[in-house]
């Protein structure tokens, strides 16, 4: 075998190795490398794939939207709200002639049926879903949670006993149960079971699904909230499991305090209280979250399956 010119070729693997001539017909070797992308940046990393986001009218959804599309997948956007769905496509520049809007309740079996319905006749597969709608505590709980809070750190400054309970559970409705359990938890299973049908001809496929470090350790604040997120993390298990042999990855995000609308209306107070238990000293921002979502959406993290990953500014770590 020639030596390559600059005496490499002996090193080079045959996946990269080309044997050629030059225009005087001596043997040159060359390397075979991807093509470099138009404007000489790096590879995109979701190009050509089809990917759905529910709850993507605002918050970390949008911020998951506008990743992906950069990254250049198809994106579908869900929203309970045609029109914050629509906003969020008309966001998109040149990639929302590739994006769709499709606004629907994940809560609901029927509707989400049908929205997966649209997603097979308008694109014929799909690569990737993230099952990220989601609501916040329900009802007026913020501003019994901003006063409790607020009292019970007054109570602790002046040293004396707690005096002010969170005593959230006993007052929760059976609706309010029933709504968070059926925006996260069914809202979860009824995409995940639609997007399976559409990703198994291919044996491919990410499923990306949002938790929250309140599924992992709990929250004193929201019980129906941190019930909801940990039952996430064990259907996102064992979906794992089951889709193992088809190549089809299913995997969690558990993200800490980030700003976006579900958090905004904690009073300044709770909001220091909170931010101070956090490592990092501040809270995340959706792009964060973003981020993390595109390397578990990506062949990135081809070898990882059943896994929560935590952006958590250190909040809580495992
Ligand atoms: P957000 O800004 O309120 O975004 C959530 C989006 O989901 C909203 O556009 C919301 O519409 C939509 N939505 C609500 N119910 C829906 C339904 N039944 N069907 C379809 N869409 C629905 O909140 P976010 O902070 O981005 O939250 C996104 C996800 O991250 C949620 O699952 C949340 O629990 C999780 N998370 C957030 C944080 C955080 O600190 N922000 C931390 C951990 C986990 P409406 O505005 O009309 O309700």
């Known amino acids: ?35 470099a992308p138009a404007g000489g940046g790096a590879a995109m990393k979701l190009d050509g794939r089809i990917a759905f986001i529910t709850g993507a009218g605002s918050g970390l959804g949008a911020a998951i939207a506008a990743l992906f599309a950069k990254e250049g997948a198809r ?45 097979a006749k308008r694109f014929g597969g799909l690569d990737i879903l993230v099952n990220n709608a989601g609501i916040g505590e329900t009802g007026n709980r913020r501003d019994e949670i901003n006063r409790k809070g607020e009292a019970q750190l007054g109570e602790m400054m002046a040293g ?3 005096q002010t309970h969170w005593d959230i559970t006993v007052s929760l409705s059976d609706e309010e149960w029933h709504r968070m359990i059926g925006v996260h938890l069914n ?15 291919k044996n491919k496929g990410s499923i990306i699904n949002m938790s929250s470090v309140a599924g992992l350790h709990g929250i004193p ?26 190549n089809i990855r299913v995997n969690a995000i558990c993200p800490g305090w980030i700003e976006t609308a579900m958090t905004e209306n ?14 990092l000293l ?26 929560w990953l935590s952006p958590n500014g250190g909040l809580f770590i495992a």
């Open 1 to 35: 075998m020639p030596a390559s010119p600059d005496g490499t070729a002996e090193s080079l693997s045959k996946i990269d190795r080309i044997e050629g001539r030059n225009p005087a017909g001596k043997v040159e070797w060359y390397t075979r490398r991807p093509p």
């Open 75 to 119: 994106v579908i956007v869900n929203d309970v709200k045609r029109e914050a769905a629509e906003a969020t496509v008309a966001s998109l520049g040149s990639a929302r002639e590739q994006a769709c809007a499709l606004a629907a309740d994940v809560s609901d079996s029927a509707s989400v049926r049908a929205m997966f319905a649209e997603v």
């Open 160 to 162: 004396g006993k707690i």
């Open 187 to 201: 809202g979860t299973f009824y995409c995940t079971r639609e997007a399976l049908k559409l990703m198994a001809p």
């Open 221 to 246: 604040i929201a019980a129906h909230y941190g019930a909801a997120k940990a039952g996430i993390l064990g259907l996102t298990r064992s979906v794992a499991q089951e889709m193992a042999s088809r």
């Open 266 to 279: 904690f009073s300044p107070v709770m909001k220091a209280t909170l931010t101070s238990r956090v490592p």
């Open 282 to 307: 501040r809270w995340g921002k959706p792009e964060e979250v973003a981020a993390t979502a595109l390397f578990l959406a990506s062949d990135d993290s081809s070898y990882f399956t059943g896994q």
